[in-house]
C-alpha cells in the first residue's frame, strides 16, 4: 500500500472511530422546508454562525406581518386547508401557490425550465417527478420544489450532512 492511502485509511478510519460519518439524505416528500429552515441556513452562509434569539425573533415577527398582510389580500387562501401551513407551520407543501412559497422562503437561489436540469435536481425520483415537473426552483439546504404551472407539485431533497455522536 502506498503512503498516500494508507494516510487515506487511517483518516476515514479516524473518522468512523470517532464517532462521525457523513450520509446523504435523499428524499422527495409532499412537505418541502419551513421559512426558519431556509432562513437559518442564508443566515449561517452569510454571518458564519446561528442567528441570536432576538434576531430570530425578529424573523418570526416579520413573518407574521407578511403572512398576515397577504392573507388579508387573499380571502381565498384564507379560507383555505392551506392556511395553517402558512400560520402556524410556516411550511411549504405541495398544492401551494408561487407566491405562497416566495412569502415564506423567500426567492429561491436558482430556477431552470431545463429538463436536463431537472433530471439531475430530481435524481432517482425523476420518473416520479417528472410528468408534472415545468419549472424547479433550488433553495438552501438541497431543496429543490418543482412546479407545474403556479402551482407547487413536488419536492426533493439531497443534502450532504455531517453526524456526529
Partial sequence: MRFSQRVRVLLLGGLVLGGCAFFTVEQRTADGPTAEEIWKERFRTVNG???????????????????????????????????????????????????????????????????????????????????????????????TLYFDGDTLADVTRYHRAFLQE
Fill in 49 to 143: 454562525r446561528s442567528p441570536s434569539f432576538s434576531e430570530k425573533q425578529t424573523f418570526d415577527d416579520q413573518v407574521d406581518a407578511r403572512v398576515r398582510e397577504f392573507l388579508a389580500k387573499k380571502p381565498e387562501v384564507a379560507n383555505s386547508l392551506r392556511v395553517g401551513n402558512l400560520r402556524f407551520l410556516r411550511q411549504t407543501t405541495v398544492g401551494m401557490t408561487k407566491d405562497e412559497v416566495t412569502l415564506l422562503l423567500g426567492m429561491p437561489q436558482g430556477v431552470t425550465d431545463d429538463a436536463a436540469q431537472m433530471e439531475r435536481l430530481a435524481s432517482k425520483f425523476w420518473p416520479l417527478v417528472k410528468p408534472q415537473a415545468k419549472e424547479a426552483w433550488i433553495y438552501p439546504g438541497g431543496w
